[in-house]
């Protein structure tokens, strides 16, 4: 292609280009990146089979656990500063989980486009807003005249970690049709979070005053509340965080570092592996399994945790006898431990073998609860009412 202008003239490969028309492209070329990109969100649980009416094969649906969340992009190479938002199911893809995007709103017409062209992203027209109210985090969508979703929260409430997260995340996206009556094509993209400052919470967020808390589930039986503080995070605002929670009856801990998954889930990450690889290998059934780590390791450790309990397994002498004396062996039986995939096979095996837990989801998770306050009450972590001494309201 050529042209002129003026008497000069200009050449152009369209098939070397990356959008078109060539001249006036409707986005800049990549690479991209979003620095200080703040983010508002949402997470709830909803119809499983709403869910999985709206996420397309390969992509598998097991916990119908759904994020809304809206974005604001200050620098975003190539695309200015824009706002985005959208609902995101979180699925399953080859024993990856994954984000799938349901619907993204966005007000920047090179962001659409962008979106649409390179990453596939379902991207369209929108006008999401975050912002500061007074002291409270409003986030809207309005599609048209209409406000669809409005959503608030107070600004005091945790933020993510204020530095660049490095948990990576695996973005899924349909990448064509059906190809003759086969299933459709899906492709995952991994995003290092890392490679793009963020901030989870509010505009105008001081990174000192961000940080990051993870509850664990169920949160309003269970105690434990991870906090992690960013590497400018002002200790104050982590301490005042704490006593917050200590003030709920919670039981905060503070993290040294960032690390995925949090401390609480990848520890039982790493029990339920080798819980699923003894199943899978017939050993015992999902119940039988259960029923050994509920009447052993689940009592003990209710009591005193795993250092604590090796601690005292060395008698006299403490972890330096038990290590002495069962080091090797330990060390022996960590070469071999299962290394499960959550392939077909095994996956159909492990829900076929749920189906004989003696009644519907409902029921279970009320026995559980009802076991796990009778539990707390003895060992005086019933939430409620702070604990005396940490009354104080806070401030």
């Given at each position: 292609m050529s042209g002129g202008v003026g008497g000069r003239r200009a050449t152009c490969d369209p098939l070397t280009a990356f959008s078109t028309p060539v001249h006036a492209p409707a986005y800049a070329p990549p690479p991209y990146k979003f620095t200080d990109r703040e983010y508002f969100r949402i997470v709830h649980r909803t119809d499983l089979d709403a869910v999985r009416g709206v996420v397309p094969q390969p992509l598998t649906v097991v916990d119908p656990v759904v994020r809304f969340e809206v974005i604001r992009m200050p620098d975003s190479t190539g695309f200015g500063s824009y706002h985005e938002c959208g609902q995101i199911a979180i699925v399953d893809h080859d024993g990856r989980q994954a984000d799938f995007n349901i619907g993204l709103y966005v007000d920047s017409v090179s962001a659409i486009v962008g979106g649409r062209e390179l990453g596939g992203y379902p991207k369209t027209g929108g006008t999401p807003r975050l912002y500061l109210d007074s002291d409270t985090l409003v986030a809207t969508l309005d599609y048209g005249t209409l406000r669809t979703s409005p959503g608030h929260s107070g600004r005091g409430c945790g933020r993510g970690a204020g530095e660049r997260s490095r948990?990576?995340?695996?973005?899924?996206?349909?990448?064509?049709?059906?190809?003759?009556?086969?299933?459709?094509?899906?492709?995952?993209?991994?995003?290092?979070?890392?490679?793009?400052?963020?901030?989870?919470?509010?505009?105008?967020?001081?990174?000192?005053?961000?940080?990051?808390?993870?509850?664990?589930?169920?949160?309003?039986?269970?105690?434990?509340?991870?906090?992690?503080?960013?590497?400018?995070?002002?200790?104050?605002?982590?301490?005042?965080?704490?006593?917050?929670?200590?003030?709920?009856?919670?039981?905060?801990?503070?993290?040294?570092?960032?690390?995925?998954?949090?401390?609480?889930?990848?520890?039982?990450?790493?029990?339920?592996?080798?819980?699923?690889?003894?199943?899978?290998?017939?050993?015992?059934?999902?119940?039988?399994?259960?029923?050994?780590?509920?009447?052993?390791?689940?009592?003990?450790?209710?009591?005193?945790?795993?250092?604590?309990?090796?601690?005292?397994?060395?008698?006299?002498?403490?972890?330096?006898?038990?290590?002495?004396?069962?080091?090797?062996?330990?060390?022996?039986?960590?070469?071999?431990?299962?290394?499960?995939?959550?392939?077909?096979?095994?996956?159909?095996?492990?829900?076929?073998?749920?189906?004989?837990?003696?009644?519907?989801?409902?029921?279970?998770?009320?026995?559980?609860?009802?076991?796990?306050?009778?539990?707390?009450?003895?060992?005086?972590?019933?939430?409620?009412?702070?604990?005396?001494?940490?009354?104080?309201?806070?401030?």
């Open positions: 948990t990576p995340r695996h973005q899924a996206r349909v990448v064509g049709g059906d190809r003759g009556g086969g299933a459709t094509p899906c492709a995952t993209a991994q995003l290092e979070l890392g490679d793009s400052g963020h901030r989870d919470g509010g505009t105008h967020a001081r990174a000192g005053a961000a940080f990051d808390r993870h509850p664990f589930n169920p949160p309003h039986l269970v105690p434990l509340v991870e906090i992690v503080p960013g590497g400018h995070t002002d200790p104050a605002v982590v301490e005042r965080a704490s006593r917050f929670y200590r003030g709920l009856g919670k039981r905060p801990q503070v993290l040294a570092k960032e690390v995925p998954g949090f401390v609480a889930n990848r520890l039982q990450a790493a029990l339920f592996r080798e819980a699923i690889h003894l199943v899978t290998e017939g050993v015992v059934t999902e119940q039988e399994l259960d029923d050994i780590v509920t009447g052993s390791i689940g009592m003990r450790w209710a009591a005193a945790g795993p250092f604590r309990t090796f601690h005292l397994g060395g008698g006299p002498g403490g972890l330096p006898a038990f290590f002495r004396h069962l080091g090797g062996a330990l060390e022996e039986w960590w070469g071999q431990l299962g290394t499960p995939h959550l392939d077909g096979p095994t996956v159909a095996l492990l829900n076929e073998q749920a189906q004989n837990f003696g009644g519907g989801v409902a029921e279970l998770a009320a026995e559980r609860d009802a076991a796990q306050i009778a539990v707390m009450r003895v060992l005086g972590e019933l939430p409620g009412p702070a604990r005396e001494g940490e009354k104080e309201r806070f401030r």
